[in-house]
């Protein structure tokens, strides 16, 4: 499960203990004076956002951490949603401070809850959702700029994975002999070594210079390049079968290009 998949399902519960807590709210603000059970609501109430403070801490925690280690410049839509959650956050502290400490508010803090009722589904939507519906529910990792990180140790810390080794790439004239080979036989009948001209595959000259590859815009680096042969978009074949080593040497030869 990579990351963003984690966050995704955290956040759809997210979404239920926001549904809970407007229920609540319509239930004991909504229906009348006549209303016997509030108080059990009100309970309930104060429950659901409790879950949804956890889990919003839990998913922010997430958020931070994967874009500490990417160190990735925010897309538009991440943009958004960093906007959204931390008007998010004020808007909560605000809806308390009503409730406990500024009575006279206190009609306001209904409002209020239904805007952030409504914000967190436009929050949860524009990025969690935009991921499952692309992903096919986490099936199509190319989409997934958290594939090449995971969580390790007690305190949740997002590290890169890949052994540092296979980022290095190799410049002998051996290694790249060999990778040359590789390729003409591998790769050659897809991909044109020399221009950026489509066969089947874009051509890869340039291939490493070049800041992105070619389709998935992922970064143009070693760790990227064994993530496409191991788990290739598109209709590429998967080249999982290729040692580590033999591998290294394709890489250095498109190091090349
Ligand atoms: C049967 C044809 C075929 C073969 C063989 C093939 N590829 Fe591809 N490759 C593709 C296609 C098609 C794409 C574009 C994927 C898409 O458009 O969805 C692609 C994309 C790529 C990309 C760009 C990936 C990106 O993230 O932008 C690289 C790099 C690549 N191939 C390298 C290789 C290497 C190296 C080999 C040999 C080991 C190889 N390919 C063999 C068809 C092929």
Redesign the pocket.
Known sequence: MTIFFIKSLLSLMLLLGACLSMYTMFEIFGRGPSAASAGNFKKLHKASGYIYVLLFVLVSYLCIGFMTASKAELSSRAALHVVIAWSLIVLFIVKVLFVRVYRQFYGHARTIGIVMGVMSFVLVGITSGHYLVVSGFGKDRSVDKSAYYELRGPLLRVVGTGIPASSVIRTDRQSIGRGRTL?LS??A???DPLTTNTI???G?KG?LKNPA????K?PATAE??RF??RQ??????S?AYLTEDEMSD?IAY?NTL
């Open positions: 390729f591998r790769c009948t897809c991909h089947v595959g874009p890869l291939l590859l070619p389709v998935s992922h990227s390049l496409q042969l290739p978009m598109g209709r590429m074949p080249f394709l498109l």
